[in-house]
């Protein structure tokens, strides 16, 4: 119940961001016409244009993990080849950022150490990809990328891990006051309702998947129970 719920929430907006991801390279049509500089970045585009589309069939079919795995793979490998194909830094790798601070909603609260990786993943990899393509600058210019290249790359990083704090101590706290109110449900159940005798003659708890609640008021509770006894009134 608790994966369907889940799934229903991840379904509409990983199908959306696919099908952005997808108009996003189809818009990138016109510029590779007029320049792209060999045809890798036409192969580039195309090939990730075919893992977008998966994504959107993974996710409208409700497999949400392959779903995931197709944008945010799909969306990382292609900002990565075509910043290295592309003859000039032209900072595609910027935009890896923005796939680094969206892993905060592309995954499940009890999901927090895969986001924070795939986080660090993309992350890292900008900070890589600026630093190198960097390197033919001199002085000033040079001191001034690498530490804007570094200052973006924490930045990013420290938002992803208070991301994950906060969401970890929220899911600690809820997972706290279910047991709590699960706890003060057991005790206040009656025995006799939620009891049953095994063969072996051990004494288990039912467990129901789906259950209906009657809420009733008995007249006269109070001394009824004084005169025949609680289980008996129940």
């Not at 799909?74 to 003859?87: E, N």
């Not at 990083?157 to 709590?180: E, F, G, P």
Request: proline share 3%; charged share 10%; with cysteine.
């Amino acid at each position: 119940m608790a994966t369907h719920i889940h799934t229903i929430k991840l379904k509409p907006l990983l199908t959306t961001t696919s099908l952005l991801f997808c108009m996003g390279l189809c818009l990138q049509l016109p510029l590779l016409i007029r320049y792209a500089p060999h045809p890798l970045v036409w192969l580039n585009l195309l090939a990730h244009l075919l893992i977008a589309l998966l994504a959107v069939l993974f996710s409208l079919n409700k497999q949400i993990p392959m779903a995931r795995t197709c944008l945010l793979f799909g969306y990382y490998s292609y900002l990565v080849f075509a910043t290295l194909l592309w003859s000039q830094d032209v900072y595609i790798q910027h935009f890896l950022l923005v796939g680094c601070l969206c892993c905060a909603y592309f995954f499940h609260s009890f999901e927090q150490r895969e986001r924070m990786l795939w986080a660090l993943l993309y992350a890292v990899s900008f900070c890589t990809l600026d630093l190198y393509l960097s390197h033919a600058l001199e002085g000033w210019l040079l001191a001034v990328r690498r530490g804007n290249s570094i200052t973006l790359t924490l930045t990013c990083v420290a938002v992803s891990i208070a991301t994950y704090r906060h969401n970890a101590k929220q899911w600690w706290q809820l997972k706290t006051q279910y047991q709590h109110a699960k706890s003060l449900l057991i005790q206040s159940t009656p025995a006799i309702q939620v009891l049953f005798h095994s063969p072996t003659g051990d004494q288990n708890r039912q467990h129901f998947n789906f259950c209906c609640v009657l809420f009733a008021d008995v007249k006269g509770y109070q001394q009824l129970v004084a005169r025949h006894g609680e289980l008996k009134v129940i």
